[in-house]
C-alpha cells in the first residue's frame, strides 16, 4: 500500500489473447509481444495489485497460459486472473496455483477487498453468473471481508452502445446488481471482453471497462470495427475513504502493424 498517500495502486489489465505459438497474431498484431509492451509500462508504475480480467489465451492451450506467467512475472507484485469466453478455466487453476499470480478469488489489502468472479459459459460468447457463483458473492459481501470492495468480472454488465458487443455481454446482469444494490460498500464494478474504455456511475457505483493488451474495437460501431487506438490498461487509486481515482494508459505507438483483413477474432 502506498503510505504516503493513504491508497492503495491497482492496475486492470485485460485480454491478451494469446497463442501457444509465440508468433500467433490476431489482424496482423502479435498478441505477446503487445502484451510485453503493455507489462513494461505496467512495471514503470508503483502498482500494489493487478487484476486480468480474462481472455488470456485465444486457443486455450497450455503455451498460452505459460507465455502469459513468463510476462506477468516480470511485475513484482500479486495478480489475480479470471476466466474469459475465450479461456480454459482448467487449465488457467492448473497453471497458476496459490502464488503471486493465481486465480484467487478474493483478496484484502488494507480497507479494500477485490472480489473476482467468473462469467464464463462454457462453449457461449456472452457471460452468466452462475447461482453458486451470485451465492458466494452474497457470502463474501456480508461476511465484511474489508470497508470498501471492487468486485471484477469479464464480461460488461451494462450497454455500451455497440450492439454487435450488447448481444454478447452479461446475460443475468439484473441478478448481479440486485446482490450489489444490497452492499454500498461496492464501489467499483470492473470488467474486461469490450476491448474498450467505458467509465459510468450509477447508483453510486462506478462502471469501468478498460482497453486490450492487443487489438481494440471501435467504440459505437453497429457491427464488428477495430480501433487503431494502442493497447493500454486501467489504473485505479484507492482511498481508506473508499473514494478512487482512475484512468487509461496507453502505449504511445502501436507495437506493430494492424491488418484489417487478417481474420483472428
Request: net charge negative.
Amino acid at each position: 500500500m502506498n503510505s504516503e498517500r493513504n491508497c492503495i495502486n491497482l492496475v486492470q489489465i485485460s485480454d491478451p489473447h494469446l497463442f501457444a505459438d509465440r508468433l500467433g497474431s490476431m489482424y496482423g498484431l502479435n498478441t505477446l509481444q503487445s502484451l510485453q509492451a503493455v507489462v513494461n509500462e505496467v512495471a514503470r508504475q508503483p502498482f500494489d495489485l493487478g487484476v486480468v480480467t480474462g481472455d488470456l489465451s485465444q486457443d486455450h492451450q497450455p503455451g498460452a497460459y505459460h507465455h502469459l506467467r513468463d510476462v506477468l512475472q516480470g511485475l513484482k507484485m500479486p495478480l489475480h486472473l479470471i476466466p474469459g469466453n475465450h479461456d480454459d478455466w482448467a487449465l488457467m487453476r492448473e497453471t497458476f496455483g496459490e502464488g503471486n499470480i493465481s486465480c484467487n478469488k478474493a483478496v484484502v489489502l488494507g480497507q479494500w477487498q477485490i472480489i473476482l468472479l467468473n462469467t464464463q459459459v462454457v462453449g457461449e460468447v456472452g457471460g452468466c453468473l452462475s447461482g453458486s457463483e451470485l451465492s458466494w458473492l452474497e457470502e463474501t459481501l456480508a461476511n465484511g471481508g474489508a470497508a470498501h470492495v471492487v468486485v471484477c468480472i469479464h464480461h460488461h454488465p451494462v450497454d455500451i452502445g455497440s450492439r454487435w458487443l450488447d448481444q454478447i455481454g452479461l446475460h443475468n446482469a439484473d441478478k448481479l446488481f440486485e446482490v450489489l444494490a444490497s452492499y454500498p460498500q461496492v464501489k467499483a464494478l470492473l470488467w474486461g471482453h469490450v476491448h474498450q474504455a467505458f467509465d459510468e456511475c450509477r447508483a453510486g457505483l462506478r462502471l469501468l471497462s478498460c482497453p486490450s493488451t492487443c487489438i481494440q474495437f471501435r467504440p459505437g460501431s453497429d457491427k464488428f470495427a477495430l480501433d487503431l487506438l494502442p493497447p493500454g490498461y486501467r489504473w485505479l487509486r484507492l482511498y481508506d475513504d473508499g473514494s478512487l481515482e482512475t484512468g487509461i494508459r496507453r502505449l504511445e505507438t502501436m507495437p506493430g502493424q494492424i491488418d484489417p483483413d487478417q481474420k483472428g477474432y
